[in-house]
């Protein structure tokens, strides 16, 4: 379970992960797969953003990412859906997609890891993307980004939900 603090004025909110029956009051997360699959080759500025996010990320869980070639217009959905890993718990980013802060998002994240299964985030193109079987719709808030952009936001949530459940300072 994820436990947090309000912290005094001007300090670092801390989260630390209750694991029943166990003495360390953090655990790893590790055995749970983030695989992010974007549409869209990735470009400049944004490769190092996205390299940098990646090996930050290597320290808390495995992660894998896959891009798919920009198909033209019908947003490449049937393509997609043969790169799923099977029984993995999938997640598509779309402007409608519930909003969550930080903590909210690393108890999304904890939750997944306590089912076992792996996250699979769906970044669509820049023509979007629509799979309707998905279990779970996910907003980075209400600005259109690139997805490009996005990509790197999605990474850098990811690493933040992380150092939270592992009881680490996420702010500076």
Do not use: N
């Amino acid at each position: 379970m994820l436990m947090c603090r309000s912290p005094p004025a001007g300090s670092v909110l801390t989260c630390k992960l209750a694991v029943w029956g166990s003495r360390s009051s953090t655990t790893s997360i590790a055995a749970v797969q983030v695989v992010v699959i974007s549409i869209g080759r990735l470009r400049a500025p944004y490769v190092d953003d996205v390299a940098h996010y990646a090996k930050l990320l290597g320290r808390y869980t495995r992660l894998s990412q896959i891009e798919l070639r920009e198909p033209a217009r019908d947003g490449g959905a049937e393509r997609l859906l043969g790169r799923l890993p099977r029984g993995a718990f999938t997640t598509l980013l779309a402007a409608d997609g519930e909003q969550l802060d930080s903590i909210e998002f690393a108890r999304f994240i904890e939750r997944r890891r306590e089912g076992g299964r792996d996250l699979v985030f769906v970044i669509g193109g820049a023509h979007g993307l629509e799979l309707p079987a998905v279990e779970h719709r996910l907003s980075l808030g209400p600005m259109t980004l690139p997805h490009q952009l996005a990509r790197v936001v999605l990474l850098e949530a990811l690493f933040r939900a992380h150092r939270i459940i592992a009881g680490e300072p996420y702010h500076y």
